[in-house]
């Protein structure tokens, strides 16, 4: 059974200083660079002693193709000094169309569309930036059906 597509709604987001790595990466592999991302960003920030404030995100810039320019980490307080590949970021203070996705990922789509609707229909146009935060999944959630992404797309 699918769930049913979420209603998106409009948010006014804070801005928030984030932990990332960044790169430009194939659409096939970005279930390894995840991995890699959210495991390297978590030993940085313990490294220096920087504090987590939310659930491990990606934020995708530009409409995907074959690779994509996406930035996968954390939400931080505190002072993170870039090292290496982990460099600070920010998810910036917008307004935005927000919907929760839950189900497998390769479903994301649709709740991509419903929410390009709701952009579409309040007479808005779309960022070329979008982020999900991944609330749950494959670590901790056995089953995809019970996935939890919430799509972040702001507006303008």
């Not at 699918?2 to 790169?23: D, I, S, W």
């Not at 074959?66 to 505190?78: C, I, K, M, N, R």
């Not at 649709?110 to 999944?137: C, H, V």
């Amino acid at each position: 059974m699918n769930a049913p597509a979420p209603k998106p709604t409009l948010v006014h987001c804070t801005e928030q200083p984030t932990a990332v790595l960044r790169e430009n990466v194939a659409m096939n592999a970005l279930t390894e660079f995840f991995g890699r991302a959210f495991s390297t960003v978590v030993e940085e920030t313990q490294r220096q002693d920087v504090q987590l404030t939310g659930p491990p995100f990606a934020l995708y810039r530009g409409m995907p193709t074959d690779t994509v320019d996406v930035e996968a980490g954390f939400p931080v307080s505190g002072s993170l000094s870039d090292a290496g590949t982990v460099v600070t970021g920010t998810l910036p203070e917008t307004d935005a169309y927000e919907a929760l996705h839950t189900g497998p990922y390769d479903r994301l789509e649709e709740t991509y569309t419903a929410i390009q609707d709701s952009i579409r229909e309040a007479g808005k146009n779309p960022s070329d930036t979008m982020w999900e935060f991944y609330l749950n999944g494959p670590d901790t959630e056995p089953d995809p059906l019970k996935w939890q992404t919430r799509v972040v797309w702001p507006v303008t």
